[in-house]
């Protein structure tokens, strides 16, 4: 582990950044402005990136808007996350052919051609994924989709420098600051100072990279500046889950009533799922063509929201909205803990902005701590 430095350079050096990566083999991608979100695609330049644009963020409700600068990381978090990319919605796992008689397995490879670099990830964003490595490289079973995608990552983290209203990983122990899992972090400083950034590296290949930009130590004055803006990001958060004994909190109030409630408003409609940067669960399919002489067998993600995914032997064991709810957050919150060691929330606030109903699980947290041992499983 090389010994992690402070840098600045200008906002102009971004370019070359980007230039570097793509000059070592990786293939880069970031934020861009698309169809009225910032999601992650494959970004060539600097000009890819969403500059000038903020969000807004509130229970179920989205926005884009113009900020009256040009940064370039000017928002919080977009409704993707690197489980896009890591463990994909759709992975074909193999293709069988009929062959004289037989059928043949085809070999079918699912790792990109040039391993990722990921620009702009938050400290919440690499916090999920320690948490998908713990699940999915980690434990007794490993996933091979998940390995090969994840091997040689470089990232490029942005510490955060505002949060949304529907933040909360300051409570979670999880950001605005990245501490570590990254090659390089960024701290972007648009004030009277002109427009630049603090660097921070983080690993030998991120010293590497560096070395190629045209930065030079950080001043006590830009390093205060990036400490006061980071800091300023954890108080803006409105929203908060006080974690302790949460887990014996969940297992002990498995009838609170207010799992009833949020049935009554839940939609069933695993969004919120399909947005977390933790969420795992997938399913599989097989698929023939009209001839049969062709099938193949996929991975899809899939939800504890959908009345399938519990279906047991003839029969669902949650047919009910309070139960997958339940299911979802006692095990994001509380049983995820006993199986891996580690909550499974990262407070990214994603579930409840892309929640439609506008459901908070702060909320729902803070209503049960509120009104405790109504029953046990």
């Known amino acids: ?42 970004v060539e330049s600097a000009k890819d990136l969403p500059v000038g644009w903020t969000d807004e963020q509130e229970p179920g409700r989205y926005r ?19 489980k896009k990319y890591l463990l994909p919605a759709d992975v074909r796992l193999l293709v069988a052919e009929r062959h004289e008689g037989t059928f043949r397995i085809l070999n079918n490879k699912t ?34 989709v998940y390995k090969e995608r994840r091997s040689g990552v470089f990232v490029v983290a942005v510490q955060c420098t505002l949060s949304a209203k529907t933040c909360f990983c300051a409570s979670m122990g999880t950001g605005p600051r990245a501490r570590n899992g990254f090659d390089l972090a960024l701290t972007e400083l648009v004030g009277e100072g002109g427009h630049r950034f603090v660097i921070e590296t983080g690993s030998e290949r991120g010293a590497e990279v560096v070395a190629e930009l045209q930065a030079s130590p950080a001043a006590d004055a830009d390093l205060h500046e990036a400490e006061a803006a980071i800091e300023s990001a954890a108080r ?124 908070d699980i702060t909320e729902e947290v803070r209503a049960i701590r509120e009104g405790q041992n109504h029953g046990k499983p």
């Not at 430095?5 to 861009?32: T, Y």
């Not at 990109?112 to 998908?132: D, I, N, S």
């Open 64 to 82: 884009l808007k113009r900020r009256s600068d040009e940064a370039c990381f000017g928002y919080v978090v977009g409704p993707q996350s690197l």
């Open 236 to 359: 803006q958060q409105v929203r908060s889950i006080d974690t302790t004994d949460i887990k014996e909190l969940l297992y002990q109030n498995f009838e609170h009533p207010r799992w009833d409630d949020v049935a009554g408003r839940c939609l069933t409609c695993a969004n919120c799922t399909l947005v977390c940067p933790t969420c795992f669960c997938t399913t599989v399919e097989d698929v023939t063509d009209v001839t049969g002489n062709h099938a193949e067998r996929w991975r899809r993600w899939d939800s504890c929201f959908t009345l399938g995914f519990s279906y047991i032997h003839g029969g669902n064991i949650r047919n009910s909205s309070k139960a997958r709810y339940r299911q979802w957050m006692t095990h994001k919150l509380a049983s995820w803990i006993d199986q891996f060691g580690r909550s499974g929330c990262v407070g990214c606030g994603r579930c409840i902005t892309w929640c439609p109903a506008g459901i």
């Open 1 to 42: 582990m090389a010994e992690r430095r402070q840098l600045v350079m200008q906002a102009s050096e971004l370019g070359r950044l980007i230039d570097a990566l793509a000059r070592r083999g990786f293939e880069v991608h970031g934020p861009k402005a698309i169809d009225g979100a910032i999601v992650y695609g494959h």
């Open 111 to 144: 790792a990109p051609k040039h391993p990722y670099a990921f620009l702009g990830v938050r400290a919440c964003e690499l916090a999920a994924v320690g948490v998908q490595d713990r699940v999915l490289l980690e434990d007794k079973y490993v996933d091979p």
